[in-house]
T-cell receptor, first 111, second 114 residues
Framework: QKEVEQNSGPLSVPEGAIASLNCTYSDRGSQSFFWYRQYSGKSPELIMFIYSNGDKEDGRFTAQLNKASQYVSLLIRDSQPSDSATYLC???????????FGQGTELSVKP | EAQVTQNPRYLITVTGKKLTVTCSQNMNHEYMSWYRQDPGLGLRQIYYSMNVEVTDKGDVPEGYKVSRKEKRNFPLILESPSPNQTSLYFCASAPDRGSYSPLHFGNGTRLTVT
């Protein structure tokens, strides 16, 4: 059973702080990982993807991948109330070409 | 504007009345997929299509049908809807099903079956 696990939250951080969102995956064969942001009732929108071990930065967002530990994280620096949303982690499994989503972590940024 | 368009956005129907949710993309993507999203269960794949005339079941295909007669369109058909199909549905597309192709999602269809 291929799984992607996330803490459902809610994760609450004060405005301006760093929000850290975590994700683990079960299949070592997974090659790439995606982070999506979803506002309530809206569609998921891609924030970034990562496929190499280490860090990948894009503006206030940093994705981190550790394939040995089967762990992916998303850091949001200088968190803003507009970052309040559910963050979905997804892992791509070559077998079947499937993108498996975690249940999402709800983030709340308090002014 | 590159987009995935779903219609309708909201739909209320009764048990057993056939319905179709349309999905169209203008990005010439080969891959298209349907998901349903339910509280506590996340996004679950219903059906997907690698290309025209090629469709396959996802994780929760029961009660659904799809077709891919043209590259841009991928309608979701519920022949006899039941209340357990009340959900938020998303259509998505990607250039291909390679590991580095992100999914682009439509705006969603909220379906209520009474």
């Amino acid at each position: 059973q291929k799984e992607v696990e996330q803490n459902s939250g809610p994760l609450s951080v004060p405005e301006g702080a760093i929000a850290s969102l975590n994700c683990t995956y079960s299949d070592r064969g997974s090659q790439s990982f995606f982070w999506y942001r979803q506002y309530s009732g809206k569609s998921p929108e891609l924030i970034m993807f990562i496929y190499s071990n280490g860090d990948k930065e894009d503006g206030r967002f940093t994705a981190q991948l550790n394939k040995a530990s089967q762990y992916v994280s998303l850091l949001i620096r200088d968190s803003q109330p507009s970052d309040s949303a559910t963050y979905l982690c997804a892992a791509f499994y070559n077998q079947g070409g499937k993108l498996i989503f975690g249940q999402g972590t709800e983030l709340s940024v308090k002014p | 504007e590159a987009q995935v368009t779903q219609n309708p956005r909201y739909l209320i129907t009764v048990t057993g009345k056939k319905l179709t949710v349309t999905c169209s993309q203008n990005m010439n993507h080969e891959y298209m997929s349907w998901y349903r999203q339910d509280p506590g269960l996340g996004l679950r794949q219903i059906y997907y299509s690698m290309n025209v005339e090629v469709t396959d079941k996802g994780d929760v295909p029961e009660g659904y049908k799809v077709s891919r007669k043209e590259k841009r369109n991928f309608p979701l058909i519920l022949e006899s809807p039941s209340p357990n199909q009340t959900s938020l549905y998303f259509c998505a597309s990607a250039p291909d099903r390679g590991s580095y192709s992100p999914l682009h999602f439509g705006n969603g269809t909220r379906l209520t079956v009474t």
